[in-house]
């Protein structure tokens, strides 16, 4: 495996961290109001995402410009692992071992996020739920790090505020799924703190307050260790 490597930093310039399956840009959010200066890369056009994009494929783009980046964080398409996709018999590709070996070749820190059903492809990763950050949504999602990153389990609240049933309207008292071809878009721009969205962006979405958790320790990294890019 490839160590990250200390590199003379330019300290007047926001560190750059690369979103590879970058989608509508819920994680790219977050580590921009981490302090990240963000590009995002998606094999499909993304005109809602907020920040600087490449359309090109991920793991392509990550073996020939990864290194040129502080901070690498990977969203490998879920549809693989989701039990929707297997109950409905659909075929899609896995690419979570190709992205991890394309991170891993870049020497810097990264993160790679996936869903539950990805559980057993994934080392060690951290979990992170909507309580955690004040954010009114159950939405497990999973991050395996690398390059030096590490992220401790933070505390998980007990789910005590019950769910809306999939696609129904919220009562008040619950929280909402926000998946599917779930109702109350407005809603759940709202609670997920993801106010450009559609629904489609929604539903597949990392909730910002996530991986603004995640970019404050990448900060820390490498501030602490001088890893980074030149200018």
Request: with cysteine.
């Amino acid at each position: 495996m490839t160590q990250p490597t200390p590199i003379r930093r330019d300290h007047t310039r926001r560190p750059r961290l690369l979103d590879l399956f970058c989608c509508q840009g819920g994680a790219a959010k977050g580590y921009a109001d981490a302090g990240f200066d963000v590009t995002g890369v998606d094999i499909h056009p993304q005109a809602r995402y907020p920040f600087t994009f490449v359309q090109a494929e991920a793991v392509a783009y990550v073996l020939e410009h990864g290194a040129q980046f502080d901070v690498i964080h990977a969203s490998p398409p879920c549809q693989h692992d989701s039990d929707c996709q297997r109950l409905q018999g659909r075929d899609h590709p896995d690419l979570i071992a190709p992205t991890r070996t394309a991170l891993q070749a870049t020497g810097r820190p990264w993160v790679l996020e996936n869903v539950r059903g990805a559980l057993p492809k994934l080392d060690r990763p951290v979990m992170l739920c909507g309580p955690m950050f004040g954010v009114e949504t159950y939405r497990h999602r999973y991050f395996e790090t690398g390059g030096g990153l590490a992220l401790n389990q933070p505390h998980h609240p007990p789910h005590l505020v019950p769910q809306a049933k999939m696609g129904r309207p919220i009562p008040p008292g619950h929280y909402g799924q926000f998946v599917g071809n779930f109702s109350g878009v407005d809603l759940a721009r709202q609670v997920m703190g993801v106010p450009w969205m559609n629904r489609d962006g929604i539903r597949e979405c990392i909730p910002p307050a996530y991986t603004h958790h995640i970019g404050t320790a990448a900060l820390d990294l490498v501030a602490a260790t001088g890893l980074g890019v030149a200018a």
